[in-house]
């Protein structure tokens, strides 16, 4: 019998290829009114005061997706095309590994499992800004859940033979 997590991992290696298909505009929306709630706090703190009038891209590699995120006035804006000055790219399990608190920043980016290019300095800023925000401040039940799979995935990974 699966585990709830394992199982939640399988389900979103299976549904989470089918955001590719989501079109933009419903990506942009849905992500912009998330990431503005969750971050609000981090938000109203300058936390990502960085990314003022910056542009950076997020990508998902293994799932096809990427996104341009700045902030402008105080709120997170998503674009499909911007003029981006640094890049981040992996797979989605390293980004979920990232979001739970299961690997270390600079593991996932030495070890290249998750890629900076562009503006260093501001790649740099980022990173510090990703190992700086307070899971406390993320809803409850959406730590538990993002805590439980990056969990699973990272005994996953560690259950795997090197070079595999």
Known sequence: MLKPRTHLVNLGSRLLPLAAKTPFLLQRLALERSLNQVFAE??????????????MKLEVCDLGLAWCLTCANGRLRIAEHAPVEVSIRGNWREFLLLASRQEDPDTLFFRRRLIIEGDTELGLAIKNLIDSLDPDTLPGWLWKMLQGAGEEVAAAGRAQPAGT
């Open 42 to 55: 981090a938000l109203a703190d300058g936390a990502f005061d960085v990314l003022d009038a910056r542009w």
